[in-house]
């Protein structure tokens, strides 16, 4: 992300500016003609909670603050009014703003600049020179008012945005471009700048490892798989044991086999690595904002592709657990590469293991775009600590249960599981699969209906939203503050 973020005491004469207010605020003392402070009062009457004040040679956008809500829906709404300043940005060529409050809470600053900069987001890369140009947002700077916040708060909000930011970059990457070998080359890129450690495991000591689900879906594809670990260690580290992130990073699912219809599924299965590209990109901000927290991600990546090769329904995978799969279903790949990583993770002995992934359709089709669905086995403490973490970022998650009588689904005749159930409850089903292969504290995050979205979102945008960075940055960082 280009846009730099500083604090500064003022706003200087002249510049463009965002400020924040309630109905009730006194506008005088905020440098307003009286002609001004009149349209602002018609404003208000009329309840209007977005306005802009044109000054001739610079602009204040107003945004009114409305305090009946709960607080996380008013940091909430605060970012939507935020994102509506994007196409006024490009409009006017702005290059720089103020951000100004007239409450007296500072959070609410800190939210307007979040959801300005990541409504702000542009994924220009394969346009041509001359259209990438005119795109591009002329925003080089974004100045917050005030003199109780700190470089540090600011610089968290810089970090955590530019997260959210690769994240996205990598799920919009078409898989032309972006295989499992990019895939985590781009984790070493992060790791260098950031300064976590990572580690490939090409195809060669996958086979050794006898990773049977990601070797299986990776048959029918020409580039090999890799397996990237992630490690964020600092000296300072307050937690005895780590923490493991798993992410799917399948770069692209064609459903195999059981072939994807084209229109509004295949068509934007580049996003099904969304789960791996959260799971580096939160290794950046932790490392990068130097959180005190040992934390481990694992990244099984290959694409799922259709070659006289591929692994069929009705074959027999053999895991990494030692585990037998009956395939009744290549769409059902993700659950398969996660098996193995979950398995891998027991050597570290760790405290907690989250895994995200755009696992199922059942899990959109349960709580659409607005919410993540969530499995748990950790204890309900933890779960109540990550569920107001989602809550306080607005990646809402919702626990589904993980009751037994969900194992009789997967049973299979031939081997110790099948990779489906029925036709019902399909998140649940593949949860309970990925059950079998952990014996630690676990957290499931079926992100399929928010990693990727078909229309522009307010300030999550179109396309890659980098879900579940934020939240999973703000419950980390409340586990090392602890």
């Known amino acids: 992300m280009s846009v730099k973020i500083s604090i500064t005491p003022n706003v200087p004469p002249q510049k463009n500016r965002v400020l924040l207010a309630i109905k009730e605020t006194n506008f005088n003392n905020a440098n307003f003609t009286e002609a001004e402070l009149g349209y602002i009062k018609s404003c208000l009457d009329k309840d209007i909670k977005f306005f802009t004040v044109n000054h001739m040679t610079h602009f204040t956008y107003v945004i009114i603050v409305d305090y009946s809500k709960s607080h996380i829906v008013i940091l909430e709404n605060i970012r939507k009014e935020a994102a509506k300043l994007t196409g006024a940005i490009s409009q006017f060529k702005i290059p720089e703003l103020y951000i100004e409050s007239l409450l007296t809470v500072q959070e609410e600053l800190l939210a307007c600049a979040e959801g300005f900069l990541l409504a702000n987001y542009q994924f220009l890369k394969y346009f041509g020179a001359e259209d990438r140009k005119k795109k591009k947002s002329p925003l080089e700077n974004l100045y917050l008012v005030s003199e109780k916040l700190k470089d540090a708060d600011v610089n968290e909000l810089q970090n955590v945005v530019n997260a959210v930011c690769i994240a996205r970059d990598l799920v919009n990457e078409p ?99 969304a789960g791996g590209a959260a799971v580096g990109a939160i290794l950046y901000a932790l490392a990068k904002n130097n959180i005190a927290l040992h934390v481990i991600g694992l990244v099984p990546s290959t694409d799922n592709r259709v070659d006289a090769t591929s692994y069929a329904p009705g074959d027999v995978l053999h895991m990494y657990s030692g585990h037998t799969v009956e395939v009744l279903n290549t769409d059902a790949e993700g659950r398969l590469i996660l098996a193995d990583a979950l398995h891998y993770a027991k050597q570290y002995n760790p405290q907690l293991v989250i895994d995200m992934a755009t696992l199922t359709g059942s899990a959109a089709a349960a709580v659409g775009v607005h919410g993540t669905v969530m499995f748990s086995t950790a204890d309900d403490k933890v779960n109540k600590k990550l569920i107001e973490s989602s809550n306080n970022t607005y990646e809402r998650l919702v626990e589904f249960p993980l009751w037994d009588e969900y194992d009789e689904e997967i049973k299979s005749d031939i081997a110790d599981m099948k990779n489906v159930g029925s036709s019902y409850a399909g998140a649940i089903t593949a949860a309970k699969f990925l059950q079998r292969y952990v014996n630690y504290p676990w957290i499931h995050l079926d992100i399929a209906g928010r990693a990727f979205s078909m229309k522009p979102d307010s300030y999550r945008g179109k396309g890659g939203t980098g879900i579940q960075v934020r939240c999973l940055y703000h419950f980390l960082k409340s586990l090392a503050n602890k």
């Open 175 to 273: 898989a032309s471009t972006l295989d499992s070998e990019a895939l985590s080359k781009s984790f070493e890129e992060m790791g260098a700048e950031a300064g976590f450690s990572v580690t490939i495991l090409h195809k060669d000591e996958i086979e050794k490892q006898k990773m049977g689900g990601i070797l299986g879906v990776n048959r029918g594809s020409e580039k090999p798989p890799t397996f990237s670990i992630l490690e964020w260690k600092p000296t300072h580290k307050t937690n005895r044991k780590p923490i493991v992130l798993v992410g799917k990073g399948v770069v692209y699912d064609s459903g195999g086999l059981s072939l994807k219809p084209t229109p509004n599924s295949m068509d934007y299965m580049k996003c099904d690595m």
